[in-house]
C-alpha cells in the first residue's frame, strides 16, 4: 500500500539510524574523554580499557544471542560464581587440566540445566534465570565454605595477566569469541534460525524451525562463555570467591542492551554490542581517569540506558502505527477534534469509533 | 478484536469507560442497566453477564459495537467487520448495522467484500493508491463498476470456472498423495480423506468446525490421532519432518507465516533454514537470485530486498505462499488463504494454487466462503462438529449450493 510508502521506505534507514545513534554517543564520549585528560587517549589505557571490559565482553557475546532469541539470563553471575569453585577445588585436587574440564563442563551443564528449564518445562526464561542462578551461586557459597578458596596453581594468574603482542590475554579471548559468536549469528544458518525465533516465534515454527534446539544451543554456548569468564576470573583474582560476580548479570545486560540489542528479540548485532561493551569500560575508565565519586559511575551507566531504550523504543513505536490521520467530526455543539487510529480502541468520549478490523 | 475475552460483555462494554476512581465499587448493576439499554437497538445482543470467550465470533462485534454506543457514536466505523465471520453470523451482523443505520447513526463500513458494500451501503467509495477512486450511489452498482474502480482495470472477475483449464483430470487413476482414515484431534472427531495428485480439495465448514485442526494436525503443529499416510509411510514426527517430506502449511494469519521486518528474499528462504546445517554458511546471493525468479514468477509487486512488512496484504500472502511454492512442496495446506486480501490479491492468489496443482501437486483448502471454494476446488468436503457430512464434486460447487448447507447448519444449531 503506497498510502504510507514514504514512511515506510525509511524504516530500514531508521534501523541504521538507531545503531548510528549509538556510534555517536560512542564518539562523543571519546572526544570528549580525550579533551578531558591527556591519559585517555594512550595505548597504555586502551589495551586497559579492553583488559577491564574482557570479562563482562565475554559474556556479553552470548548475551546478545540470547536476547536476540527472545531470552534473558539472569544466571550468569551464579554460574560464574559457581564454575569457579568446581574449577579451583577439581585443580587443587586434581590437577589444572582436569579443573579446567569440569569448569568447561560444568558450564555447559548450567546452560543446558537453562535450556531445560525454559523450553521442557516452560517457564519463561527472566524467572527460570532468576531461580537457577540463585542455585547456582547458593552451590558455589556451599563449594566455598567459610572462605574462597585459592589455586594452588598459579598458571591461572600467569595466563590472566599475560601479553600477547602487546594486548593482555583476556582480550584475546574477548576478540577471538566476538569473531566467533558474530560468525555464528551472522554468516551461519543456525544464526538466521536464531534471530527467526526471537522475531516471530510462531512464524518460525510454522516454517520448520526447532526452536527447542535453538533455545538449549544459546543458553549452553553462555554457560560456556561463563566458563571462559570464570577461568578468567579466577586468575584474575587468585581467588575463587563466590560473591565476585554478583554484579555480572546487570553488567553484562547493561553492556548488550546499551549496543542496541532489543530484549523484545530479533534485533541487534555483534558488532553493536561489542560497541556497547566499549561504552561502558570508557565511560568506568573516565570516572577512573578524571578521579570522580566512582558511584556517579553506576548513576551515569544507568541514566544512559534508559535513554538508549527509550530511544529503541520511540523508534519502534514509530514504525509500528500507520500514520494517524485528523478526522474532524462535524458537530452541532462542539467542534471535536478526533484522531483516528485502527486498533484499539481508546477510552476517550470522542464522537467517532472504530472498530478494529478483523486481520491487517 | 480489541476485547477481553476473560470478562463479562458488560464489563468489556464499560471497560474503561466508568469515569470513576480505580477504587470505586464496580456498580455492576447499574452499568448492567445501561448495558441493556443500549443493546435494546441491536437484535440478538448478548446478555450482558456473558463471558466473551464463551460467545461467537458475531456476539464479539456486537459488544463492541455496543461498546461503542455507549459512548454516544454519532458516527461508527467498522473496518472489515466481517473478515473473521461466517455467512450466517454475517448477514446477523448485517441486520443489526441496519438497524442503527434506520436509528440514526452515521455507519462509516469498511470492506472487501463487494456483495456487502452494495447491500448495506448507500454510497460506496472506492479507494485506490491512497486517494478516491470513484465514489457512487450504490442504487444500480455493479460489482463489475466496483472492481474497475479497485483494479483500474476494465472488464476483470474473480476467477471463475473458465479459468479452471482442464476439468475433472484428477481422476482415481494418478497416484495417490495422502491417505487419512479417522483422523481426530481438537475439535476433530473423525474423518477419512484421500487426496492424489492435482487434487483441488476444500473443506467447508463454520470455525471450530474441525477443519482447521485437520490441516494443523497434519502440518505437526497439533496431535492427530488415526492413520495418516503420505505416499505410503505414515507421516509422523515434528513440522520439520512434514516440512521435508513435501506438506506445507498456510496459516489464515499472516502474521504467523511471515518476518514482517525481514527482507522478502529471507522470508522466501525460512523454510531452508531447518534444513540446513546449523553452521552452514547463509547463502546471501543464492537466496536473493531465488527470491528475484519467485518476485517474477509469481508476480509479487516488491523487492528482493524490501522488508515485507511495506508490502501490500495480497503480497504479502503471496510471499507467505510463494516459500512453500518455489521449494519442493507438493501439498499445500491452506487455511483460509485469503483472509483479508483484496480482490485482487485473492484472484492472484488462486491463480497461483490452481497452478500448483495443475504442475502435479495438490493442495487442501480450508475456507468458510462458498465463492473462494467455488472457484478453486474439484472436490469440496463438508465438514460439521468433526465429522464429515457430505462431499460435492466438480460441477456440484456451486455457490448457492454451499450457502444452502450453512444455512440449513446454521438454523439447526439456532433451534
Not at chain 1, 75 to 96: D, E, M, R
Request: hydrophobic share 45%; with cysteine.
Amino acid at each position: 500500500m503506497s498510502l504510507a510508502g514514504g514512511r515506510f521506505r525509511g524504516r530500514e534507514q531508521i534501523g541504521r539510524l538507531k545503531d548510528f545513534s549509538i556510534l555517536l554517543i560512542f564518539g562523543i564520549v571519546i572526544v570528549a574523554l580525550s579533551l578531558a585528560t591527556p591519559r585517555f587517549l594512550t595505548v597504555t589505557n586502551l589495551t586497559n580499557i579492553l583488559d577491564q571490559v574482557a570479562l563482562i565482553g565475554i559474556i556479553a557475546m552470548g548475551m546478545t544471542m540470547l536476547l536476540i532469541s527472545r531470552n534473558f539470563d539472569l544466571s550468569v553471575g551464579g554460574q560464574v560464581a559457581f564454575i569457579g569453585l568446581v574449577t579451583v577445588k577439581i585443580a587443587n585436587s586434581h590437577g589444572l587440566a582436569a579443573g579446567i574440564v569440569a569448569g568447561l563442563c560444568t558450564g555447559l551443564a548450567c546452560g543446558l540445566f537453562n535450556g531445560f528449564v525454559v523450553t521442557t518445562l516452560r517457564v519463561n526464561s527472566l524467572i527460570a534465570t532468576l531461580g537457577s542462578g540463585l542455585i547456582f551461586s547458593g552451590l558455589a557459597f556451599v563449594l566455598a565454605g567459610s572462605s574462597p578458596i585459592s589455586p594452588v596453581d598459579t598458571s591461572f594468574q600467569e595466563f590472566a595477566i599475560a601479553d600477547f603482542l602487546g594486548l593482555p590475554a583476556p582480550g584475546w579471548v574477548f576478540i577471538v569469541v566476538a569473531v566467533i559468536t558474530g560468525w555464528l549469528l551472522h554468516f551461519t544458518v543456525g544464526g538466521r534460525e536464531i534471530y527467526a525465533v526471537g522475531e516471530n516465534p510462531e512464524a518460525a515454527r510454522y516454517a520448520g524451525v526447532r526452536s527447542t534446539r535453538i533455545h538449549y544451543f544459546t543458553f549452553a554456548y553462555i554457560g560456556i562463555l561463563c566458563a571462559v569468564a570464570s577461568l578468567l576470573l579466577v586468575g584474575q583474582l587468585n581467588v575463587a570467591d563466590p560473591s565476585a560476580a554478583s554484579t555480572f548479570p546487570l553488567d553484562v545486560i547493561a553492556a548488550t542492551v546499551l549496543g542496541g540489542v532489543s530484549i523484545a528479540g530479533g534485533k541487534g548485532s555483534v558488532h553493536m554490542a561489542v560497541v556497547g561493551v566499549f561504552l561502558i569500560g570508557m565511560i568506568s575508565n573516565g570516572f577512573n581517569l578524571l578521579n570522580l565519586d566512582p558511584n556517579l559511575y553506576r548513576v551515569m551507566t544507568g541514566s544512559i540506558i534508559i535513554a538508549a531504550v527509550a530511544f529503541d523504543g520511540a523508534v519502534r513505536q514509530w514504525l509500528t502505527t500507520p500514520g494517524a490521520v485528523r478526522v474532524r467530526a462535524r458537530d452541532d455543539e462542539e467542534e471535536a477534534r478526533t484522531t483516528l487510529t485502527p486498533g484499539p480502541a481508546d477510552g476517550s468520549t470522542s464522537s467517532v469509533r472504530t472498530l478494529g478490523g478483523g486481520s491487517r | 478484536m480489541p476485547l477481553l475475552s476473560n470478562l463479562t460483555a458488560v464489563e468489556n462494554v464499560f471497560l474503561g469507560l466508568h469515569g470513576r476512581g480505580f477504587l470505586a465499587p464496580s456498580g455492576r448493576r447499574g452499568l448492567a442497566k445501561r448495558y441493556e439499554e443500549v443493546a435494546r437497538v441491536l437484535s440478538g445482543a448478548p446478555p450482558p453477564q456473558a463471558v466473551l470467550e464463551t460467545l461467537r465470533q458475531d456476539e464479539w462485534q456486537l459488544v463492541a459495537i455496543i461498546r461503542a454506543l455507549a459512548t454516544d457514536a454519532r458516527i461508527l466505523v467498522l473496518d472489515e467487520p466481517t473478515s473473521s465471520l461466517d455467512g450466517e453470523e454475517r448477514s446477523s451482523l448485517h441486520r443489526a448495522v441496519t438497524e442503527l443505520a434506520d436509528g440514526g447513526l452515521g455507519i462509516l463500513y469498511v470492506s472487501h467484500f463487494l456483495d456487502d458494500v452494495i447491500q448495506l451501503c448507500d454510497v460506496a467509495t472506492v479507494l485506490r493508491d491512497a486517494r478516491v477512486a470513484m465514489s457512487l450511489q450504490t442504487e444500480g452498482l455493479t460489482q463489475q463498476t466496483l472492481l474497475e474502480g479497485m483494479t483500474g482495470e476494465v472488464a476483470v472477475s474473480t476467477t471463475s470456472r473458465t479459468s479452471r483449464a482442464s476439468e475433472p483430470t484428477a481422476g482415481d487413476r494418478s497416484p495417490i498423495l495422502l491417505e487419512v482414515s479417522g483422523a481426530a484431534g481438537g475439535a476433530l472427531y473423525e474423518l477419512d480423506l484421500d487426496v492424489r495428485q492435482g487434487d483441488r480439495i476444500g473443506l467447508f465448514g463454520p470455525q471450530g468446525c474441525g477443519a482447521r485442526d485437520l490441516l494443523q494436525g497434519l502440518f505437526g503443529l497439533q496431535r492427530l490421532r488415526g492413520s495418516i499416510r503420505w505416499l505410503d509411510s505414515p507421516l509422523r514426527g515434528s513440522t520439520r519432518s512434514r516440512i521435508d517430506a513435501g506438506v506445507a502449511y498456510l496459516p489464515p494469519d499472516r502474521k504467523f507465516g511471515l518476518m514482517f521486518d525481514w527482507p522478502v528474499a529471507d522470508n522466501l528462504a525460512l523454510p531452508s533454514l531447518g534444513a540446513r546445517h546449523g553452521l552452514a554458511p547463509v547463502r546471501r546471493r543464492a537466496n536473493r537470485t531465488a527470491a528475484t525468479t519467485a518476485i517474477s514468477r509469481f508476480g509479487i509487486v516488491g523487492r528482493p530486498e524490501q522488508t515485507v512488512r511495506t508490502l501490500s496484504g495480497g503480497n504479502q500472502q503471496k510471499v507467505s505462499l510463494s516459500k512453500w511454492m518455489h521449494g519442493s512442496a507438493t501439498l499445500i495446506l491452506a487455511d483460509e488463504p485469503t483472509r483479508g486480501v483484496d480482490v485482487r490479491g485473492r484472484r492472484l492468489i488462486h491463480e497461483m494454487l490452481l497452478a500448483f496443482a495443475e504442475a502435479g501437486n495438490a493442495f487442501v483448502m480450508y475456507s468458510t466462503d462458498p465463492e473462494e471454494l467455488e472457484a478453486t476446488c474439484s472436490r469440496v468436503v463438508i465438514v460439521n462438529e468433526g465429522r464429515l457430512t457430505q462431499e460435492l464434486v466438480d460441477d456440484e460447487i456451486t455457490i448457492e449450493r454451499l450457502e444452502a448447507i450453512a444455512h440449513v447448519r446454521h438454523s439447526a444449531v439456532a433451534s
